[in-house]
């Protein structure tokens, strides 16, 4: 791989995070760019590469298994009444250009292709900046437009027939530890009490890390959170949970999710403390 494939992050003159934009993929991993490995500010790495759980999961990224039938998420398909099925159906996420790359960031133009025709157009911004001496937060926004000619729409499982499993949007698929890492919001505990609700933050808990997921607009904030920690360790926001999501063409869809990223396991005071801080204007 050149270093014309790759983007390193640094926060203080750290590196937290290195941007891979053309990885050499199999066409069944819904190819696309990916950061991984993303760390703390000690160096504890808090991000997993395609993990014998679940291979088609790759660092912190968008990926959506649903655009109009294509697969931008990889692996297998739900197909309604026929459950998870192998298809011939996977897109590819193209990197074109930086319009913008500095060491704490960079803004991107993408490409999404489904048998051979270009989809969606995705603006990417990517900006690391640091909280304190123990955490950092990652500013991740996408915005797709529909480059067609005809009204495209986002689904996940869950608007295909799978109740719970509405994945879709940014992810961040998490290191996985000898046992499942705590999550929590500020009122609420545990996986099944959080996975499907809507909540200002997230945080995910490993043994010397947290990980703290924040809805950064009011569109956003409207997504239901898709949690998993038992099964694996990852946390999601969902651009299609009840029904799905139309884009008309020439429109576009906009989410913005900021990530506090902490050393050490931090309270629910500290987590809402940096996230203000992280999200303020």
């Not at 993408?110 to 900006?127: D, F, I």
């Not at 906009?254 to 309270?267: H, K, L, M, N």
Request: aromatic fraction near 8%.
């Amino acid at each position: 791989m050149t270093p014309h494939d790759t983007a390193v992050l640094r926060v203080a003159g750290r590196p937290v995070g290195r941007y891979v934009t053309r990885p050499e993929l199999p066409a069944r991993l819904s190819p696309r760019p990916y950061l991984h490995p993303v760390t703390t500010l000690a160096g504890t790495a808090v991000t997993e590469l395609s993990p014998a759980d679940h291979t088609h999961h790759l660092g912190v990224g968008v990926a959506v298994p649903d655009v109009e039938g294509a697969n931008f998420w990889g692996g297998r398909t739900f197909v309604r009444d026929r459950g998870p099925t192998e298809l011939d159906n996977h897109g590819a996420q193209r990197h074109s250009a930086f319009q913008l790359r500095d060491p704490d960031g960079f803004v991107e133009e993408l490409r999404w292709v489904a048998a051979g025709a270009e989809l969606l157009r995705e603006r990417r911004t990517v900006a690391a900046t640091e909280l304190t001496a123990f955490a950092w937060a990652l500013d991740f926004t996408f915005s797709l437009t529909n480059v067609t000619s005809r009204p495209l729409s986002i689904g996940s499982p869950a608007t295909n027939g799978r109740p719970g499993a509405a994945y879709g949007g940014f992810f961040w698929r998490a290191r996985k530890e000898s046992s499942a890492p705590d999550v929590f919001t500020i009122d609420r505990d545990g996986e099944q009490e959080i996975h499907g609700s809507r909540a200002p933050w997230v945080a995910l808990a490993g043994s010397t890390w947290t990980l703290v997921f924040a809805g950064a607009t009011e569109q956003t904030r409207l997504d239901p959170w898709f949690v998993r920690a038992q099964e694996y360790p990852g946390v999601g926001s969902s651009l299609a949970a009840g029904e799905r999501l139309p884009i008309p063409p020439g429109e576009t869809a906009v989410r913005r999710i900021v990530t506090v990223v902490a050393d050490g396991r931090i309270s629910r005071l500290e987590a809402a403390s940096l996230v203000r801080k992280a999200v303020s204007p």
